[in-house]
Each structure stands twice: as C-alpha cells, then as structure tokens.
Nanobody, 113 residues
C-alpha cells in the first residue's frame, strides 16, 4: 500500500524558515521522482519544486533562491527547506509521487506579515 505523509508545517513570521518533510512508503523510493505543490485559498494548486532519482531539482520561479528540495533515500523522505518566507507563501503544501495520483494529506504553512 502506497502512503505519502507530510509534516513540518506551521505559523512563521515573514523572513522566517520552515522545513517540510514527506515520507513515502510502498514504492521504490530511490527510483521515484517526487514533487512539492501548494494551494492557496481561492487559487489552483501549483508546482513548487521537484526532485528526480539522480537529485536533479527544479523550482517554480516564485521560490527560486529561497526554497531547496532534497531527499534522503535511506529514510524514504523528501524535504522542502523554505527560507525568507513571504506572506504569499501561505498555502497548504502537498507532496506527490511524480506521475502518479498518490498525494499526501497536506500540511498548512502560514506566513504572517
């Protein structure tokens, strides 16, 4: 059974940092590309960052230079380090196994001004 579980969200002031974690099970994690997405109230879900099996990462323009995606294959976990957070980063953040319908339940990130 495939499971995707996010953690690490919370409330932070603008300029602060948070690290999100996403643990996946039931897959060959090391061979899987993973992605972080977010959905703000009243907006469509958007891609934030992806990382493939050889650690190559891609980012949305809005987070480049501030967010870093990484993975630890020994822990079947992908991370999203978010620095210099802005109020517009406020959203529910979701983890997804790339090219699949397997999503986590989401974790709320709220950035206060």
């Amino acid at each position: 059974q495939v499971q995707v579980v996010e953690s690490g969200g919370g409330l932070v002031q603008a300029g602060g940092s948070l690290r999100l974690s996403c643990a996946a099970s039931g897959i060959i994690f090391s061979a899987s590309s993973m992605g972080w997405y977010r959905q703000a109230p009243g907006k469509e879900r958007e891609l934030v960052a992806t990382i493939n099996s050889i650690q190559s990462a891609n980012y949305a323009d809005s987070v480049k230079g501030r967010f870093t995606i990484s993975r630890d294959n020994t822990k079947n976990t992908v991370y999203l380090q978010m620095n210099s957070l802005k109020p517009e980063d406020t959203a529910v953040y979701y983890c997804r196994i790339a090219l699949s319908n397997y999503w986590g339940q989401g974790t709320q990130v709220t950035v206060s001004s």
